[in-house]
């Protein structure tokens, strides 16, 4: 009975010293963010897979998106998560979609942020979403193609993009995907671990773009 007196304790000890996050509602959301990225600066994140680690820069000017993105991570939100949809030379999708959560990010399209190879995006829903507003939890890391240099202008002046000379490059020299910019919100890019997204992105998949096995990952905060 006093060993078990002793679990019960601990237990509850464990238990009142847990933190909950503040919850996030279409009402509050910029409050929320704003205080929590104020508080909690960090920029870096790791992801830990079977074939590799990858290292993400977030970037600070997307202040909504970095700072929902490190609360889920503080919070575990994505204790559970994989990457879930694979499309070769497209992207590699992640989250857990058992989970869901009752709203969505205002979009923070910048220019200089394209979907070049590496580039950390949010997926959103096309279906009443006029806004264009980013889903709360769902990632995805771009591998995309190369495009021929004469590809690149014809490409974006078919989509109304307005790219400089270094972003043209990029799509030429490491690719992307490029029919997503100003679509979608880029928010981070990897710095480490390109080869793992290679890895991943050649998984044998199903019809529906889910992968064969699965691909668990473990995701922290580095700094």
Do not use: W
């Not at 559970?80 to 499309?87: G, Q």
């Not at 959103?124 to 995309?144: C, K, M, Q, T, Y």
């Not at 910019?181 to 928010?187: E, P, R, S």
Request: charged residues 30%.
């Amino acid at each position: 009975m006093i060993r078990l007196y002793y679990i019960l304790c601990l237990l509850l000890l464990f238990s009142c010293g847990k933190k909950e996050g503040e919850v996030i509602t279409s009402a509050n959301l910029r409050d929320v963010l704003t205080r929590y990225g104020k508080e909690n600066p960090e920029t870096e994140v790791l992801i830990e897979t079977k074939h590799g680690n990858m290292r993400l820069r977030l970037y600070e000017d997307t202040p909504l998106h970095r700072a929902n993105f490190i609360k889920l991570i503080k919070e575990g939100y994505y204790e559970d998560a994989d990457f879930y949809r694979i499309v070769y030379e497209f992207m590699i999708q992640g989250g857990d979609l058992k989970k869901s959560l009752g709203y969505r990010i205002p979009s923070e399209f910048n220019p200089k942020y394209i979907h070049k190879k590496g580039a950390l995006s949010m997926a959103r829903v096309d279906e009443n979403n006029p806004d264009l507003e980013s889903s709360a939890a769902e990632f995805f890391i771009v591998h995309g193609g190369r495009y021929l240099p004469e590809d690149v202008d014809m490409e974006a002046r078919n989509l109304g993009l307005t790219l400089t000379s270094e972003q043209k490059e990029t799509y030429a020299a490491n690719g992307g995907y490029m029919t997503l910019d100003m679509k979608y919100t880029v928010f981070g890019e990897l710095i480490e671990g390109i080869e793992v997204v290679d890895k991943i992105a050649n998984e044998k998949v199903y019809s529906t773009d889910k992968p064969l096995r699965e691909i668990p990952f473990k995701i922290s905060v580095v700094r």
